[in-house]
Nanobody, 125 residues
Framework: QVRLVESGGGSVQSGGSLRLSCAAS????????MGWIRQAPGKEREGVAT???????DYADSVKGRFSISLNRTENTLYLQMNSLKPDDTAMYYC???????????????????WGQGTQVTVSS
């Protein structure tokens, strides 16, 4: 059974940092797009960042220069380093795996095969 488990969320002040982790069990991160998606209350889901089958990374304009996605294949864990956080970054963050070989940051939720349960990030001003 495949499980993706996110951790690392929390409450921080504006300008702070968090690192989200997504540990996979029953699944090995491989040559498919993996990514992070977020959903704020009352808003639609939006793609944040992806790593594709060629290990290219892509980011939403709103997080470029502040967020960094990475994959540790030894630990089988996907990360999202978030710096200079803003109140607009407040959302539930989900990791996703098993997407197409190539997919940009806005890879749709239903293009992935597996999703985590989410971790809450709250940024106060």
């Amino acid at each position: 059974q495949v499980r993706l488990v996110e951790s690392g969320g929390g409450s921080v002040q504006s300008g702070g940092s968090l690192r989200l982790s997504c540990a996979a069990s029953g699944y090995t991160y491989d040559s498919y797009t993996m990514g992070w998606i977020r959903q704020a209350p009352g808003k639609e889901r939006e793609g944040v960042a992806t790593i594709d089958g060629d290990s290219n990374t892509d980011y939403a304009d709103s997080v470029k220069g502040r967020f960094s996605i990475s994959l540790n294949r030894t630990e089988n864990t996907l990360y999202l380093q978030m710096n200079s956080l803003k109140p607009d970054d407040t959302a539930m963050y989900y990791c996703a795996a098993g997407g197409p070989y190539y997919c940009s940051y806005d890879c749709r939720w239903d293009e992935y095969t597996y999703w985590g349960q989410g971790t809450q990030v709250t940024v106060s001003s």
